[in-house]
């Protein structure tokens, strides 16, 4: 197995524009959560799918962030418009069972930078 | 609130050494914790996962056990090697909620 992919693995982007990253989960994983990385606060889920249906996006920061999931193997999470606080490392990860009851794998991530 | 604290932050070793890393909770009603490792620029490699009826798991030169009445879990690694120089990351699901909750995260730096 690929494990999980990511896409882009680098991003760097201007203010006020619309970045869209990509997560394709582990085939046959049913839950899967986005998490951002940064220095200051380490990581933070900011939104958990569970067959495609999202559970919890409490950690979604604002509405400038959105995150769909259209079908089992494809995940995206975009951000409208960006602001450079926004720069982190966003990791995808997916796991087997409800919420985090199995184990998790993650992807690379993406690390974004608005300039 | 749950909160998770590992501590130290770093850590120096010579290779060979056999260590420990803590990873201490507040909340003790756990339904899982996992530990990870992290190498620069990249992302999470699961290690071991505990369940909550579990007292330890064991993986190679790897083994965590994980004490819910004393609010910890310890990260044992036999034989250092320069390889394990990565930082370790714990993280645990509380009973009734679906996510996972991070510690900060402990930086190994095993010397050759």
């Known amino acids: 197995d690929a494990g999980v992919i990511q896409s882009p693995r680098h991003e760097v982007t201007e203010m006020g524009q619309e970045v869209t990253l990509r997560c394709k989960p582990i085939?046959?994983?049913?839950?899967l959560f986005w998490y951002r990385q940064t220095m200051m606060r380490g990581l933070e889920l900011l939104i958990y799918f569970n067959n495609n249906v999202p559970i919890d996006d409490s950690g979604m920061p604002e509405d400038r962030f959105s995150a769909k999931m259209p079908n089992a193997s494809f995940s995206t999470l975009k951000i409208q418009p960006s602001e450079p606080r926004d720069s982190a490392v966003y990791f995808c990860?997916?796991?087997?069972?409800?919420?985090?009851?199995?184990?998790?794998?993650f992807g690379p991530g993406t690390r974004l930078t608005v300039l | 609130k749950q909160e998770v604290t590992q501590i130290p932050a770093a850590l120096s070793v010579p290779e060979g050494e056999n260590l420990v890393l803590n990873c201490s909770f507040t909340?003790?009603?756990?339904?899982?914790l996992q530990w990870f490792r992290q190498d620069p620029g990249k992302g999470l490699t699961s290690l071991l996962l505990i369940q909550s009826s579990q007292r330890e798991q064991t993986s190679g030169r790897l083994n965590a056990s994980l004490d819910k009445s004393s609010g910890r879990s310890t990260l044992y690694i036999a034989a250092s090697q320069p390889g394990d120089s990565a930082t370790y990351l714990c993280?645990?699901?509380?009973?009734?909620?679906?996510?996972?909750?991070f510690g900060t995260g402990t930086r190994l730096k095993v010397l050759a």
């Open positions: 990860a997916s796991s087997l069972g409800q919420g985090a009851v199995g184990e998790q794998f």
């Open positions: 909340d003790s009603a756990i339904y899982n």
């Open positions: 993280a645990l699901r509380t009973s009734g909620t679906y996510k996972y909750i």
């Open positions: 085939s046959g994983h049913n839950s």
